[in-house]
């Protein structure tokens, strides 16, 4: 970041961060400020990574269930045997 110690610590300081700093603080010490400020919001948010986790969940949620029901088919027709 081009930052001396003294001048960073400045930073945490301040009641208001500039967004480019705090997106470089983010990437420089490897931590989601910007995420972590999300949390404090009134309402919830979904990223794009857990939106498309959902949906996956969901994909896997109805491939189980439908196994369940041709599992349950062949259980029904081996004690018919």
Do not use: C
Not at 43 to 68: D, G, H, P, V
């Amino acid at each position: 970041m081009g930052i001396i110690p003294t001048g960073l610590n400045d930073y945490f300081k301040r009641d208001s961060l500039q967004f480019a700093i705090l997106w470089k603080l983010s990437l420089v010490l490897k931590h989601n400020f910007i995420a972590q400020l999300g949390e404090y919001l009134p309402y919830r948010f979904e990223t794009i990574r857990k939106k498309a986790l959902k949906e996956q969940l969901a994909e896997k949620e109805a491939i189980i269930q439908k196994m369940e029901i041709q599992l349950e088919t062949i259980r029904e027709m081996i004690r018919k045997q």
